[in-house]
């Protein structure tokens, strides 16, 4: 237990449907991560978001919509998806923004996108 | 961001002690090095951090020589749950990227 919670652990949708992945820290952090994970592929930093402002963006797509309503809770809300997207994603959380700060992740949800 | 390289794979027997190098030949001064482990379907757990000379805790040793160009992780007497894919990252104070590269997949053997 790591104390990041990531609901749901599966998912799987068509490529209309919109759903919503939810992360939660239970650790007091100030920062907090989307990273995707495809098959045979390093992670890939998504969005960053330290005290509830998103502070980066990595050329994601607009299909991802990611939302902080506060320091313990994120969101990535999927609309419109290609079967590429079809990878494990991970929500990770550290103390603040830096890279000294230790991440610490979430088991992930893996999705599929039919 | 510092580039890194370390081996695709490795093996080892159970009981064995394993070092994994990884090379960071553009390391800047304020970079620390940091090690993840990750089991399949998982999320990255911490390791081990450091910034020169030896650091050890309950789980590995982290071992940076002088240079700091290259680091090696040490696992002593490894076990079959030991399996997992090792990442090195380097980064610096001030950064809030972690850079992941394909890491090294070590699988421990009876």
């Known amino acids: 237990e790591t104390g990041v919670t990531q609901t749901p652990r599966h998912l799987v949708m068509g490529m209309t449907n919109k759903k919503s992945l939810k992360c939660e820290q239970h650790?007091?952090?100030?920062?907090m991560y989307w990273y995707k994970q495809s098959a045979k592929k390093p992670l890939e930093l998504m969005f960053v978001y330290n005290f509830k402002e998103q502070t980066e963006n990595n050329s994601v797509p607009s299909r991802f919509s990611p939302e902080c309503p506060n320091s313990s809770h994120l969101f990535l809300h999927l609309h419109t998806l290609q079967p590429e997207d079809s990878a494990l994603y991970l929500c990770?959380?550290?103390?603040?923004?830096?890279?000294?700060?230790?991440?610490?992740f979430g088991a992930g949800t893996r999705l599929s996108v039919l | 961001l510092a580039k890194t390289t370390q081996p695709i794979s490795m093996d080892s027997y159970e009981g064995q002690e394993v070092n994994i190098t990884c090379s960071h030949n553009?390391?800047?001064?304020?970079?620390?090095i940091t090690w993840y482990q990750q089991f399949p379907s998982q999320g990255p757990r911490f390791i081990i951090q450091?910034?020169?000379t030896k650091v050890t805790n309950e789980v590995a040793s982290l071992f940076i020589p002088a240079d700091r160009k290259s680091s090696t992780l040490s696992l002593p007497r490894v076990s079959l749950s030991d399996t997992a894919v090792y990442y090195c990252?380097?980064?610096?104070?001030?950064?809030?990227?972690?850079?992941f590269g394909k890491g090294t997949k070590l699988s421990v053997i009876p």
């Open positions: 553009n390391i800047a001064t304020n970079d620390y």
């Open positions: 650790l007091g952090h100030n920062a």
């Open positions: 990770a959380s550290s103390p603040n923004q830096g890279a000294r700060n230790i991440q610490y």
């Open positions: 990252l380097v980064s610096g104070a001030g950064s809030y990227q972690l850079t």
């Open positions: 450091g910034y020169k």
